[in-house]
């Protein structure tokens, strides 16, 4: 299964709804993704990348329990949560380098916002 970069940020900014405190479950995120599977591994993938705190159980159907998000996934909330900057990203990082991970695009964005806020 391929890595489908705009379901990580759409689960990303679907557990960034979620009220602190109250855990969020796979049937909040199916406007994200009607494949449970898909939607089971991209959850994964951000558990494993220390951007969410939760757990999948896998299965017929996927069990999701995400509890919050941690310190790195609000670092790429904060850099990736602009449509133009996404948008921005994807056309300079994610499609022309076939080697790319979401802490790359993260920095990328921290850099271009450096420099935008340079005086110059």
Excluded at 1 to 23: C, F, H, S
Aim: hydrophobic content about 40%.
């Amino acid at each position: 299964m391929k890595r489908n970069p705009d379901l990580l940020r759409e689960i990303m900014l679907a557990v960034e709804k979620q009220p602190a405190g109250k855990p969020l479950y796979g049937s909040g995120l199916k406007a994200c993704c009607d494949n449970p599977h898909e939607l089971g591994d991209h959850v994964q993938q951000l558990l494993e990348m220390h951007y969410l705190d939760g757990v999948v159980h896998p299965g017929l159907t996927p069990k999701i329990h995400i509890n919050r998000i941690k310190a790195p996934g609000h670092d790429f909330l904060q850099a990736m949560r602009e449509d133009t900057v996404w948008k921005m990203v994807k056309e300079k990082v994610m499609i022309p380098t076939a080697s790319w991970t979401l802490a790359f695009a993260v920095k990328y964005v921290e850099t271009w916002l450096l420099k935008k806020a340079a005086p110059g």
